[in-house]
């Protein structure tokens, strides 16, 4: 994983920073998100209505894209932070 993290760019190294910050941040933009999971070699596949899953490292995590705000809440940043933790995935 570290060379994945070398090929970053800084706004997607301090994406996967602000999941990681305790207290849980909340206002992380959704689109960051998904730039980062790219970035990480993972695909975004579209569900139904504001569904969508993250496959990464063989693993799948389902979330709901946020709306009408572009912000990720707090919940869905701790589900983000665990699931990242679960394959191996830490700043």
Known sequence: M???FSAL???QKNTLEQIF???VLSGIKWSD???LIKALGGEVKEGRGS???FLLNGSIANFHRPHPSPDTD???VVNLR?????I???P
């Open 9 to 11: 760019w800084m706004r």
């Open 21 to 23: 910050k305790t207290p």
């Open 88 to 90: 191996g995935v830490k």
């Open 51 to 53: 569904r969508c899953k």
């Open 2 to 4: 570290k060379d994945i």
């Open 82 to 86: 665990e699931w990242l933790e679960s």
């Open 74 to 76: 707090k919940g869905a």
């Open 33 to 35: 998100v998904e730039s």
